[in-house]
């Protein structure tokens, strides 16, 4: 009897979790078709759909970057900051001691990892809004700054979405997020594909 319970407790902290993640999921994707202001999104949507290495970029945000979109950056930011902070270990005895130090140690390194997604989020997002400037409205610097710090409140944002379903949901949320932006923008391109396809059967059928 109070296995079945125990098992029974399991099932439901286990549909709770993956409950939550779908959740997170969802609103994933709800952000990934909210637009920077001030910004024509079509002209940029005609550029990435032009078949080149924007497209495979446009992927791994699960089709937020061509939508331009508040996620256009997608945890990207996040994911360099991490890799720089693992070199550091290397050169920086502070960084390495941390690493040793256990739990608090990792507290230490997630803060300072935090800290560098915002930084080289800006600078990326900065870069971003410059170099899709002809699609910018009003290309000013305080659109360029505004767009810059949209897109940083958006990693950010998906940052802290990833850590929650780390605690509360199933698996890493970061790797989630990422498979996640993946898997949806290849259903795209399934569909998109399957369109043309039965679009281009039809005329030669018709011819």
């Known amino acids: 009897m109070l296995s079945a319970l125990a098992n029974l407790s399991q099932v439901t902290e286990l549909r709770r979790k993956i409950l939550f993640t779908l959740a997170m999921f969802v609103v994933f994707r ?7 202001p001030g910004v024509n999104a079509s002209m940029i949507e005609q550029l990435f759909n032009s078949g080149n290495l924007l497209g495979l970029l446009d992927m791994f945000s699960g089709g937020a970057l061509s939508k331009f979109s508040v996620f256009a950056m997608s945890i990207t930011p996040y994911i360099n900051a991490s890799i720089i902070l693992q070199l550091l270990k290397v050169v920086v005895p502070t960084l390495e001691q941390w690493g ?25 997002a900065l870069g971003m809004a410059y170099g899709l400037r002809m699609a910018i409205n009003d290309p000013s610097i305080f659109s360029v700054l505004l767009i810059a710090i949209t897109l940083t409140a958006g990693t950010v944002f998906l940052m802290w979405i990833g850590e929650q379903i780390t605690a509360k949901g199933v698996g890493n949320g970061i790797s ?32």
Do not use: C, M, W
């Open 176 to 207: 989630l997020i990422i498979f996640a932006g993946i898997v949806s923008r290849s259903s795209i391109i399934d569909g998109t594909n399957t369109v043309s396809y039965t679009h281009l059967r039809a005329h030669e059928t018709d011819q």
């Open 30 to 36: 709800a952000g990934t078709h909210i637009p920077v």
């Open 100 to 124: 040793k130090e256990g739990v608090e140690g990792q507290k230490k390194i997630t803060k300072v990892t935090r800290y560098g997604t915002v930084l080289l989020g800006f600078i990326q």
